[in-house]
């Protein structure tokens, strides 16, 4: 059974025009995270929530927003998609902040194109 | 900065064992992580290491030397499936990680 799901699998968006990446986790982990990984590079931390607290990594642009209404869901809001912003898209959640090596479970990913 | 260095793609035959060696400088230490990821596909977990030494689970172990910022995934046994990316993360003393680009795993029959 999925843990971490993705909705959609493959989404296919018109540069400039704003695109939602959903996620959802069934194992009630405080932590929920998107990465964006580009092809045969690392993944990289958009931005995380700690329960409600949000954490924006320094570096990501502010075209990246994200929700998490509660618990089992969080959104990736991308305001407007240029085609630097194709990507897989990775949720990923974990049940605490890393203390005692809390590791990482991951969606499907989204696989984003921008034409 | 904190850097993480693995090599970009290895060939190995089916049946037999590959190495991946991972290096790393990052702020602190607080683990090391290996992630195999299918292509297309997301990260999977396999391995996490704090402390040096052997840690072994079926086919696949992973070793960690601290004081040399140093690790390595050992495959015995490849199989056909094993073909994929291992990722090599490391936590830093924020418990940040810090993500390998990964290398890509090619088995030949």
């Known amino acids: 059974d999925a843990m971490v799901i993705q909705n959609p699998r493959y989404q296919v968006t018109q540069f400039g025009k704003p695109v939602t990446l959903s996620c959802s986790q069934t194992?009630?982990?405080?932590?929920m995270y998107w990465y964006q990984q580009k092809s045969s590079q690392a993944p990289k931390l958009l931005f995380h929530y700690y329960d409600k607290d949000f954490n924006n990594e320094a570096d990501t642009p502010d075209n990246f927003q994200s929700r998490r209404p509660n618990t089992s869901f969080c959104f990736l809001d991308i305001r407007s998609p240029g085609l630097g912003d194709a990507a897989m898209y990775l949720c990923?959640?974990?049940?605490?902040?890393?203390?005692?090596?809390?590791?990482?479970?991951f969606g499907s990913g989204t696989q984003l194109s921008v034409l | 900065g904190q850097n993480i260095d693995q090599p970009t793609e290895m060939t190995a035959t089916e049946g037999a064992i590959v190495q991946i060696n991972c290096t790393y400088q990052t702020s602190g230490f607080n683990g090391l992580f290996w992630y195999q990821q299918h292509a297309g596909e997301a990260p999977t977990f396999l391995s996490y290491n704090v402390l040096d030494g052997l840690e072994e689970k079926g086919r696949f172990s992973s070793f960690l030397s601290r004081s040399k910022g140093y690790s390595y995934l050992l495959l015995k046994e490849l199989q056909m499936k094993d073909s994929a990316s291992y990722l090599c993360?490391?936590?830093?003393?924020?418990?940040?990680?810090?993500w390998g680009a990964g290398t890509k795993l090619i088995i030949k029959p």
């Open positions: 990923a959640t974990s049940r605490g902040l890393g203390e005692g090596g809390e590791k990482l479970f």
């Open positions: 194992l009630n982990h405080n932590v």
């Open positions: 993360a490391v936590m830093d003393s924020n418990y940040q990680l810090i």
